[in-house]
């Protein structure tokens, strides 16, 4: 099985950058996927790794070291609708099961 | 329009009174889950299929049944439901790559808020 340990709150200011860690300890490793939730709503997909390193994709990076089970993702130039919950969720090589985080809540103030 | 619905959107229900939420997704995804989320614990995996006739338990399967006849459809059963089975439930769809052997993305319904008095 897996076990995903992510901070729970973090708060910053508005055109910051915040980081989220994760880290997981698993049987088997089959990709680890960021998400965004707004409160009441679905969550949205936000970053996958799979590979050791750096995905860049605007606003949002994200890394991975598989070797240290931990992946971190990287919210730059902070906005007020960043403001919301950040999920990380590990998939398993051993079966397809998907594992996610308690989430990290993010709030931005101006 | 791609998506993934969920019906119904809000229920509340007694205990031991059989009811079945509805997932349907129109992108041809091999891949469907059910998850419910709890304040504090996040999503938990409570089923999943892989394709048609092919399905296997997540993290918290207990008190769920589900089946998958179609590919479009995920139905979740709670056959007798339980005040502990309050919650916020998901159901989410992907594709399969690499032969099958890898999850891509995730693509979730609106929710389906589930009070069980």
């Known amino acids: 099985g897996q076990n995903i340990d992510q901070p729970t709150e973090m708060t910053a200011t508005e055109g910051a950058i915040v980081q989220i860690n994760c880290t997981y300890q698993?049987?088997?490793?089959?990709?680890l996927f960021w998400y965004q939730q707004h409160a009441g709503e679905a969550p949205t997909f936000l970053s996958y790794?799979?590979?050791?390193g750096l995905e860049e994709k605007g606003r949002f990076s994200s890394f991975l070291s598989r070797s240290k089970g931990y992946s971190y993702l990287l919210l730059k130039e902070l906005q007020m609708k960043d403001s919301a919950s950040y999920l990380c969720?590990?998939?398993?090589?051993?079966?397809?099961?998907?594992?996610f985080g308690a989430g990290t809540t993010v709030t931005v103030r101006a | 329009e791609a998506q993934v619905t969920q019906n119904p959107r809000y229920l509340i229900t007694v205990t031991g009174k059989k009811l079945t939420v509805t997932c349907s997704q129109n992108?041809?995804?091999?891949?469907m889950s059910w998850y419910r989320q709890d304040p504090g614990l996040g999503l938990r995996q409570i089923y999943y299929?892989?394709?048609?006739?092919?399905?296997d338990k997540g993290d918290v399967p207990e008190g769920y049944k589900v089946s998958r006849k179609e590919k479009r459809n995920f139905p979740l059963i709670l056959e007798s439901p339980s005040p502990n089975q309050t919650s916020l439930y998901f159901c989410?769809?992907?594709?399969?790559?690499?032969?099958?052997?890898?999850?891509?993305?995730?693509?979730f319904g609106p929710g389906t808020r589930l009070l069980v008095l």
């Open positions: 790794n799979v590979l050791d």
């Open positions: 989410a769809s992907s594709f399969l790559t690499s032969g099958g052997a890898r999850l891509e993305t995730q693509y």
């Open positions: 299929s892989m394709n048609v006739e092919v399905t």
């Open positions: 698993t049987s088997g490793f089959n990709g």
């Open positions: 992108m041809n995804h091999e891949y």
């Open positions: 969720a590990v998939a398993s090589s051993n079966d397809y099961k998907l594992s």
